[in-house]
């Protein structure tokens, strides 16, 4: 009898794409929901890597020109009203506001430091919202993943508990196909999880560090302006 089992077990094929083909519906979902959603985790990351690297090296260059002792309004004339750089968008802001608070007579107009600061100051935000755009949805993957994952197995140990009563055979032939499929479902769930979680408080770092460096530079701009205008 044992040998019998043995040789029906062995002729199961336990490869991920017959196990899923072997699995109910609801834990075919869960497989493909989770499937996508690591998928669909590792297209942010790489992107993100990409775009913060992309961001710093800008900083940097912008950095370097600014404080290379060129004058503001050459500098601004040079990158222009509408530049690609989040730091030179942050940079062009403030210098825009700083004419427009200018008469055409020369005389400045009341509040020209608030309103420069919050120019600035809409600019970072608009590249804070930039930067950690994605980062939400790796932290509901690595949240959330790992539960769904253990529905997708609860749910396949049922289904195999109901085959087991209905054939009314308790030998591993029958019993191991369908506990391998619910478990491919924690699997993938962990595999979802573990590097979106990882991969979020690396990026979360990163842009948090991105966008202190923009907050720096328009306090320093900020400073700047300001003694020009108490001048």
């Not at 899923?20 to 493909?32: K, N, W, Y």
């Not at 253990?150 to 009563?165: M, P, R, S």
């Not at 924690?186 to 979020?200: E, N, Q, R, W």
Request: charged share 20%; aromatic share 10%; proline share 3%.
């Amino acid at each position: 009898m044992e040998t019998q089992t043995l040789a029906m077990a062995q002729e199961i094929d336990f490869s991920l794409l017959a196990l899923f083909a072997r699995a109910s519906f609801v834990v075919q979902l869960v497989m493909i929901t989770l499937t996508l959603a690591s998928f669909w985790s590792w297209t942010i990351i790489v992107q993100k890597f990409i775009s913060y690297r992309r961001a710093r090296s800008e900083a940097s260059v912008f950095d370097r020109a600014f404080w290379s002792g060129e004058p503001l309004d050459e500098l601004f004339e040079k990158i222009g009203s509408q530049p690609d750089g989040a730091s030179e968008k942050i940079f062009a802001s403030g210098m825009i506001e700083w004419r427009r608070s200018h008469r055409e007579g020369g005389e400045l107009i009341a509040g020209a430091q608030a309103r420069i600061d919050r120019s600035m100051d809409v600019a970072i935000a608009k590249e804070t919202e930039r930067l950690s755009g994605g980062l939400p949805f790796l932290a509901t993957v690595g949240s959330t993943a790992p539960f769904i994952g253990l529905f997708g197995t609860v749910w396949g140990i049922k289904t195999a508990f109901e085959q087991i009563a209905i054939s009314q055979n308790t030998s591993l032939a029958v019993v191991a196909p369908g506990i391998a499929e619910a478990l491919v479902a924690t699997a993938l769930g962990l595999l979802a999880a573990i590097p979106a979680v990882i991969f979020y408080n690396k990026l979360s770092t990163d842009s948090d560090r991105i966008i202190t460096g923009y907050e720096a530079f328009a306090d320093e701009f900020a400073t700047i302006l300001s003694r020009q205008l108490d001048a």
